[in-house]
C-alpha cells in the first residue's frame, strides 16, 4: 500500500472497470488495445469480457500493456494470458505485449518515431493513469518537453501520449481527477485534448470517497470517453453517478456541446452541469455584468510562502514583526486574529527581505485556496479590515482580492465576501471547479454583480455577522438577478433534508443516498419551496414519481431505471412502514401497471413536523408507533402458496428468499430434478417447512441438529442424488466454505452431492461470481431453462473424493 500511495497507483475497482468499458461505442474488426498503467490488468479483463459479448464483430485483438511495478508483474501476464486464451477459445485471433516499464520514459526509446504513422496505431486505450504532480526537475518532465508535452501531472501527460497514440477515430476511455477541467495548469493540455479528440462522454461521481473507497483520495474523480477526430459533437452526454450503482440509478443528461465547452472561453474550462436547475444557476449567473477589472479590482495569490522565509516567521507579535494570515483564522466568514489556538506563526518580520512580500494596511477579501475532504462549501470568504500595523502578511494558502495592490472600499469588500458566501455563488463555482483547489484563474474569470450593486449589498451587511441563511436572504433581495436561481439552490437544501431525515429515522445505510432523498421528496410532494409543514400525500407510481423528480428537480434518469427505485428504496420503505402499497386497492396483482404508493399517515405527520420546535418529540413518537406497527403486520403477514413437484401444497411466509425458494420449487425442481423427492425446505419465517428426517436417516445420512441446512434439499432418485441447493438473495451462494460445510454436514450421506446456487437474476448472479466454488451448479430464476456448470467433466452430477 506504501508503495502504491508513493507511486500514486490507485487500483480500479472491478465494478468501475466494467462500466469503463461499457463506455466503448465501436468493438468490431482489428483491435488494438492499449494500457498504459495496467497494474494488475483489471481494466484489460473487462474490456476483453465487453469483446465476448459480441464475439462474431471481433476478428481479432492485440493488446500492449505498460507497468512499472514488478510486484504487479505476475498477476498481470496471467491475466493477459488467459484474456488471450479465452478470446481464441471464441475464434478471435489474440496476442499480446508486455512491457514492464515507465509508460512516459519508453516514449524516449523510439525517439520521434514513437509518434510516426507506424507506432500511432491503437484502436482502443483504456486507462487509470497515476496521479502525481511533475516534478519541474524530474526526468519525467525533460521527456515530455522534448515530446512538445507541456503539463503538471501524470495523469494528464499519460492520457495526452495515449492521444497521440490513436488511429483516426480510435477511442479512449479513462478515469481520472477532475481538475483539468479547469485551471491555468492544464490549459494546454485542455487545448492540445480538445483540438484532436471529440469528448462524448462524461461520467461525474458524487462522492469524492465513492469510487476508491479504501484510497484517501482527495480529488474528484471522472469517467470521460472521446474519439480522435477533429469533428465536434453536436452534444455530450454528462452522468452524474451513486455511489455503487454503476449500472444503476444514475442522473443523465444530453447538453449541447457549445454549453460545455464555450467557444469563445480562451480557457477552454469544461462545465460539468447534470441537471436543468443547475442549467439555469449557470445562465442566471452568466448574466452579471462585471469583470474584476471593470470593478477596479484584482485577485492574487498570497505572496508569503512559509518555508521559504521560515527564519522570519514568528509566534507572536512584536515592534519588529506584523501580522500574518493564514486560513485558519478564517472561521465562519469572519477574520478572527490571533486565532484561539494557532498551530501556524502568527507573525512575519518587516525587513529588507520581507518587505516585497507584505501587502499595506487596508480593507482585504480573503478566501482560502483549498476546501477539506467532502467539506460542504467549496468558497470560504472573509473581510480583512485595517490592521494597526504598519503591513500585513498574507500567508500563500489564501486568494485576497484588492485594488491594484491596495485596500478597497469596505462596503465593496463586505458586499463581494458576502457575495462569494452566498450559496448561490459556491454552487455555480462547482459546475467548473471539481476539486479541492479555488485557483485565482478561476476568480478572475467569472462575472461579478456591478460595483454599486455590491455596495449596497456590503452596506446592508455592515459588520453584523450574518449565518448563511441570512447571507443568502440578503444577497438574493439585493441581487434581484440572482432570485431567478434560487430553485437550484433550494433544491439542493431540500434533498439535504430528506436525508436528514431519513439518517434520523434510522433508515438503513444502502437507503441513505440521493434516489431515496428523492422519493421521500415526491411521496410528500415537498417541492424546492415548499416547506415541510405543508407536506402531503398524494398516491404515486414509479413512472409518475421519476417524472416528479425531473419536473420539480431537474433530476432525469434513465427509463430501465424504474426498477432501481422499486427494490432499492420503495421495496424497503414499505419494510419500514413508512409507506403503504396500493391503499386504494390492497389485493392488485404485483405485475399490475397501476401498482402504488402512498405515505403511511404516521410518516406523514412526522414530516409536517420536520425543522420545528416538535421534530424531536414527533421523531421519538414515530419511532414507538412504527415498531407496534410493523409487529400487527408481522402477526399477519401473509403466506406463500407453493406447490412441490408431487402436486402437495405448501405455504411460506413472505419474508426473506422465500420467493426465490417458490422458484425454485416449481421452476427448477420440475426442469432438472424430474421425479426427485423434496425433502426438506427452510423457511424465513419458521426453521423449515418440511424436514423427512425419517427418509434422511434411511438414506444413511445422519444429520448434525446444530448444523446450518442448505435452503431445499431433493432426493433426485432417477440418479441416487442429493441435490443440496442454496437461495441467493441476502445471503451469499456456495462458495468454498459454504462447500466444505455441505460436504460435512451430509458426510454420512451414501448418496452423491450436488450443490447448486439459485440466483433470481443474472445481475444479482455477477456479483458473486468470484465467490462461487468450482464443481457446483448455478441456476438463475429469471432464465430457468438453463444451468451454469462450473468447472469439470460432468454437468449437473455428483464428484467423487478425487475430484474434489
Request: proline fraction near 5%; aromatic fraction near 10%; hydrophobic fraction near 35%.
Amino acid at each position: 500500500m506504501k508503495q502504491r500511495s508513493e507511486l500514486c497507483q490507485f487500483l480500479t475497482p472491478a465494478p468501475v472497470a466494467r462500466f469503463m468499458a461499457k463506455q466503448f461505442s465501436n468493438l468490431s474488426g482489428h483491435v488494438s488495445l492499449l494500457d498504459p498503467g495496467a497494474g494488475v490488468g483489471v481494466l484489460t479483463a473487462a474490456f476483453v469480457e465487453q469483446l465476448l459479448a459480441n464475439p462474431n464483430q471481433v476478428e481479432s485483438c492485440f493488446i500492449t500493456a505498460y507497468e512499472v511495478e514488478s510486484t504487479f508483474l505476475s498477476s498481470l501476464k496471467q491475466c493477459l494470458t488467459e484474456c488471450c486464451t479465452v478470446l481464441e477459445y471464441r475464434g478471435i485471433k489474440a496476442n499480446y505485449c508486455l512491457y514492464n516499464k515507465s509508460f512516459i520514459e519508453a516514449a524516449t526509446e523510439k525517439k520521434s518515431p514513437f509518434f510516426t504513422a507506424s507506432y500511432t496505431s491503437f484502436t482502443h486505450a483504456v486507462l487509470n493513469p497515476p496521479y502525481k504532480k511533475i516534478n519541474s526537475k524530474s526526468i519525467e518532465k525533460e521527456i515530455l518537453l522534448s515530446l512538445g508535452i507541456e503539463t503538471v501531472n501524470l495523469y494528464s501527460a499519460f492520457v495526452w501520449i495515449t492521444m497521440l497514440q490513436l488511429i483516426d477515430d480510435g477511442e479512449i476511455v479513462a478515469i481520472t481527477p477532475r481538475s483539468f477541467c479547469n485551471g491555468t495548469y492544464f490549459r494546454p493540455f485542455r487545448k492540445a485534448f480538445l483540438g484532436n479528440m471529440k469528448l462524448s462522454k462524461l461520467h461525474i461521481f458524487k462522492s469524492r470517497t465513492a469510487t476508491f473507497s479504501e484510497d484517501k483520495i482527495l480529488q474528484e474523480n471522472i469517467i470521460f470517453h472521446a474519439v480522435k477526430t477533429k469533428n465536434k459533437p453536436d452534444n455530450i452526454e454528462i452522468t452524474n453517478i451513486s455511489e455503487n450503482e454503476l449500472e444503476g440509478f444514475s442522473e443523465f443528461r444530453c447538453v449541447p456541446y457549445r454549453e460545455v465547452i464555450e467557444s469563445n472561453d480562451s480557457e477552454m474550462f469544461i462545465h460539468i452541469v447534470t441537471n436543468s436547475l443547475e442549467d439555469s444557476l449557470r445562465l442566471q449567473m452568466d448574466k452579471f455584468s462585471s469583470t474584476l477589472e471593470e470593478l477596479g479590482l484584482e485577485v492574487s495569490t498570497g505572496p508569503v510562502v512559509d518555508f521559504r522565509l521560515k527564519s522570519a516567521l514568528r509566534n507572536c507579535l512584536n515592534e519588529q514583526s506584523v501580522p500574518l494570515l493564514y486560513p485558519e483564522s478564517i472561521k465562519a466568514g469572519e477574520i478572527l486574529f490571533p486565532p484561539s489556538n494557532p498551530r501556524k506563526p502568527i507573525a512575519i518580520e518587516q525587513n529588507q527581505e520581507t518587505a516585497k512580500w507584505l501587502v499595506q494596511p487596508g480593507w482585504y477579501v480573503l478566501i482560502k485556496r483549498f476546501s477539506a475532504k467532502e467539506e460542504k462549501r467549496r468558497i470560504s470568504a472573509a473581510v480583512c479590515s485595517p490592521i494597526d500595523a504598519p503591513a500585513l502578511g498574507i500567508e500563500n494558502h489564501l486568494n485576497y482580492y484588492h485594488a491594484k495592490g491596495k485596500g478597497i472600499n469596505p462596503d465593496l469588500a463586505r458586499g463581494l465576501a458576502a457575495f462569494l458566501n452566498s450559496t448561490l455563488f459556491d454552487s455555480y463555482f462547482r459546475q467548473f471547479n471539481g476539486h479541492t483547489q479555488v485557483n485565482a484563474t478561476d476568480l478572475r474569470r467569472v462575472k461579478y454583480p456591478c460595483k454599486n450593486e455590491l455596495i449596497e449589498l456590503g452596506s446592508q451587511i455592515g459588520d453584523s455577522f450574518f449565518d448563511q441563511l441570512q447571507i443568502d436572504t440578503v444577497v438574493h433581495k439585493t441581487l434581484s438577478i440572482m432570485s431567478e436561481a434560487t430553485r437550484a439552490v433550494q433544491a439542493s437544501k431540500r434533498i439535504e433534508e430528506a436525508l436528514a431525515i431519513l439518517k434520523d429515522i434510522s433508515a438503513p445505510r444502502e437507503q441513505q443516498n440521493e434516489r431515496s432523498a428523492l422519493c421521500l421528496l415526491a411521496l410528500a410532494d415537498i417541492q424546492p419551496e415548499t416547506p415541510w409543514r405543508q407536506a402531503t400525500a398524494p398516491r404515486g407510481r414509479i413512472t409518475e414519481m421519476m417524472d416528479w423528480f425531473r419536473d420539480r428537480y431537474g433530476k432525469q434518469y434513465a427509463p430501465n431505471t424504474r426498477e432501481t427505485v422499486r427494490r432499492k428504496t420503495m421495496h424497503q420503505f414499505v419494510q419500514m412502514g413508512i409507506v403503504v402499497e396500493n391503499p386504494d386497492q390492497p389485493e392488485r396483482p404485483i405485475n399490475s401497471p397501476k401498482w402504488c404508493y402512498q405515505l403511511h399517515q404516521q410518516a406523514l405527520s412526522l414530516l409536517k413536523s420536520y425543522g420545528s420546535a416538535q421534530w424531536e418529540e414527533a421523531r421519538r413518537n414515530y419511532a414507538v408507533s412504527v415498531t407496534n406497527l410493523l409487529q400487527d403486520r408481522n402477526r399477519n403477514i401473509p403466506l406463500i402458496p407453493i406447490s412441490l413437484p408431487d402436486g402437495q401444497a405448501i405455504q411460506l411466509s413472505s419474508g426473506g428468499q422465500n420467493i426465490l425458494i417458490k422458484d425454485i420449487l416449481e421452476s427448477f425442481c420440475p426442469r432438472f430434478t424430474p421425479g426427485g423427492v423434496v425433502l426438506y425446505v427452510g423457511d424465513a419465517g419458521d426453521k423449515f417447512i418440511i424436514n423427512e428426517s425419517q427418509k434422511f436417516r434411511e438414506m444413511g445420512v445422519e444429520l448434525d441438529p446444530h448444523g446450518k441446512m442448505p435452503d431445499v434439499v431433493v432426493h433426485y432418485t432417477p440418479q441416487d442424488w442429493l441435490v443440496l441447493i442454496e437461495a441467493v438473495t441476502s445471503h451469499g451462494p456456495v462458495n468454498l466454505k459454504r462447500h466444505n460445510e455441505l460436504k460435512q454436514l451430509f458426510e454420512s450421506s451414501r448418496k452423491g452431492l450436488v450443490f447448486v446456487t439459485a440466483f433470481p437474476s443474472r445481475k444479482e448472479m455477477t456479483r458473486y461470481l468470484a465467490e462461487i466454488s468450482w464443481e457446483t451448479e448455478v441456476w438463475v430464476a429469471d432464465q430457468p431453462d438453463h444451468m451454469i456448470h462450473f468447472n469439470g467433466e460432468r454437468f449437473l452430477g455428483p464428484y467423487e473424493s478425487e475430484y474434489l
